[in-house]
Nanobody, 125 residues
Framework: QVQLVESGGGLVQAESSLRLSCAFS????????MAWFRQAPGKEREFVAG????????YFRDSVKGRFTISRDNAKNTMYLQMNSLKPEDTAVYYC??????????????????WGQGTEVTVSS
């Protein structure tokens, strides 16, 4: 059974940076497309960024392009989200997710097979 554990969230000021990590265990990490989603209070969970299994293909939602970077280290079974120039509207619980279909980067919540418990990011103005 796949387990995903996020870390790295916190309270920061606007224009600061944070790096989130997602530790994967239970299966072969390099077989999965991975992604970050987020959910703000009272809102639906939304796709933030995704990375295919070998790390060569990435995809971002428009509002984070140029500010966020997604990466993975298949030797360490870990995925990262580097978040720069944070804005108050980035405030949310951030979740990592794994998709067994590594031929795509899906943006729908229902496409992902495994989820972490989330890490909270709060950006103050």
């Amino acid at each position: 059974q796949v387990q995903l554990v996020e870390s790295g969230g916190g309270l920061v000021q606007a224009e600061s940076s944070l790096r989130l990590s997602c530790a994967f265990s239970g299966r072969t990490f390099s077989s999965y497309t991975m992604a970050w989603f987020r959910q703000a209070p009272g809102k639906e969970r939304e796709f933030v960024a995704g990375i295919r299994n070998q790390g060569l293909v990435t995809y971002f939602r428009d509002s984070v392009k140029g500010r966020f970077t997604i990466s993975r280290d298949n030797a360490k079974n870990t995925m990262y989200l580097q978040m720069n120039s944070l804005k108050p509207e980035d405030t949310a619980v951030y979740y990592c997710a794994a998709d067994r279909n590594n031929l795509r980067i899906a943006t729908m919540v229902s496409s992902y097979d495994y989820w972490g418990q989330g890490t909270e990011v709060t950006v103050s103005s």
